[in-house]
């Protein structure tokens, strides 16, 4: 199979993982330090291949292979690699190849690259494999804000007159002292002041006769992106209008760079992978972090869960006296606050995910908070019955079957609304709902339940 056919026939539900079999493959031909059996199990394998391998190699076994085999690692590996394995493997690589790796590498790769690393003795190697010009290119890069266009974007761009025919077009860029982008999707047309005035496909260009003016098969859809843009929002744009690319334009509107469709939905998958993970309280982790790492990625999170347990276990202690009289209680009560808490979680999920795609908006937050209030009413109700039912077969009382239902109804309301409207409100404080809703939608769910549950088992049952 050639490196990048990925095409197969009959295709299993994981005909993209890899072999099984290729890991323990690999380490055999390590122990048995046999460079051409490594270069034969590499050979047909993708970048993006490779580098999963090496993510799930430990630190000793990635050491043992590059120390004697290391001619397979280029560009696209390093740009396919965890930033963790990333700085790892280029410790490990010999200065030659890592300096040839990173003259094959487009200036985004390279910027993201230099980005990634901590070492400034990394930076400087990498820096100095490149060309005056690409050296230039990507310092100028770096000037500019992190998890901006203009860090994303990359130099190389094909830009021609808006003048010019599609044969002048065509013979431009088969002319062998033209240079081009290993991939491009677009010509950028500019005026003479370098301002682009709109885009063509290479599609559209091959399938036009060659005395046709290049502004007259121009693409409908036309987006500039600020080079100060957040990625953020250059992801949204790709994903919103359905763009290729991109060109990218400075303060004064002169073209200095273009993003592509590949790079936009590498933001998108962050920013997605991102949310998932913070409202997990376990920030921007990776399996290849240390365990000193991790933990300080997740203990704060759990030290804020354990503020709010013992604000609601405050909510628990003024009730100690109904508790006592009525053991049923303690056995309910954590059913009270678990579907509270589910709920809760829920409706945050739909809320952040709506918040950062923006589909939740001034316009539509109403009725999306009515739908939330609805859906928590009508599951309190089901789930209110068949609580009730428990509380009269379980423990023989209707009367605590009838506090548990109510208690049921109100936590589930409350989830719903809590769980659309706190992430709004930190939205709108400018904090990242997605790190911040979790721990306030939790203790809300847990007082309100705790709350609810033991005040009416105190009213009506004593």
Do not use: C
């Not at 491009?184 to 060659?210: A, C, E, W």
Request: proline share 4%; hydrophobic share 50%.
């Amino acid at each position: 199979m050639a490196k990048d056919e990925l095409q197969k026939s009959d295709l299993p539900e994981d005909a993209y993982a890899l072999d099984a079999s290729l890991y323990d493959d690999v380490l055999d031909a390590i122990e048995a330090q046999n460079p051409d059996r490594i270069a034969a199990l590499f050979e047909p394998l993708h970048p993006a291949d490779i580098a999963d391998l090496l993510e799930q190699m430990s630190h000793s076994e990635r050491e043992a292979l590059l120390l004697f085999w290391s001619e397979g690692i280029d560009g696209e590996v390093l740009s396919e690699l965890d930033e963790g394995i990333r700085e790892d493997v280029i410790d490990l690589l010999p200065a030659p190849l890592l300096a040839e790796a990173v003259r094959d590498m487009e200036s985004d790769d390279v910027v993201d690259l230099l980005e990634d690393l901590e070492d400034a003795d990394q930076q400087a190697a990498i820096l100095g494999a490149l060309d005056d010009a690409d050296r230039a290119a990507v310092e100028e890069a770096l000037t500019y804000p992190e998890y901006s266009a203009g860090r994303l974007m990359q130099r190389e761009v094909v830009r021609v007159p808006e003048f010019w025919t599609v044969g002048e077009a065509i013979d431009f860029l088969r002319a062998e002292t033209t240079e081009l982008p290993e991939q491009f999707y677009h010509l950028i047309l500019v005026d003479p002041r370098m301002k682009p005035v709109g885009n063509v496909t290479l599609g559209r260009l091959l399938s036009t006769q060659r005395k046709v003016a290049l502004r007259d098969i121009i693409e409908d859809t036309f987006v500039l992106i600020p080079v100060s843009q957040p990625e953020a929002d250059v992801a949204y744009a790709f994903n919103q209008y359905h763009l290729i690319s991109a060109p990218v334009v400075d303060d004064d509107g002169r073209l200095v760079g273009v993003i592509t469709i590949d790079d936009a939905m590498i933001v998108l998958e962050d920013e997605a992978e991102e949310d998932i993970l913070r409202l997990a309280g376990v920030g921007e982790g990776s399996l290849s972090d240390r365990v000193l790492d991790t933990t300080r990625q997740r203990f704060p999170w759990l030290f804020v869960n354990l503020i709010t347990a013992i604000f609601a276990s405050l909510v628990i202690a003024q009730f100690e006296d109904t508790i006592a009289q009525f053991v049923a209680l303690a056995v309910l009560m954590p059913i009270v606050a678990s579907m509270g808490g589910n709920a809760g979680t829920q409706s945050l999920t739909v809320a952040v995910r709506a918040i950062a795609t923006r589909d939740l908006t001034g316009s539509n937050l109403m009725r999306v908070v009515m739908r939330e209030a609805g859906v928590g009413l009508i599951n309190g109700l089901i789930f209110a019955a068949v609580m009730g039912a428990v509380g009269l077969f379980w423990f023989g009382s209707a009367a605590l079957g009838g506090v548990i239902a109510v208690a049921m109804v109100i936590n589930l309301v409350i989830a719903g609304l809590a769980g659309i409207l706190i992430p709004v409100a930190l939205d709108k404080l400018e904090i990242d709902p997605a790190l911040a809703s979790g721990a306030f939608v939790t203790t809300v769910t847990d007082v309100v339940g705790f709350f609810a549950f033991l005040g009416l088992a105190a009213a009506v049952l004593l």
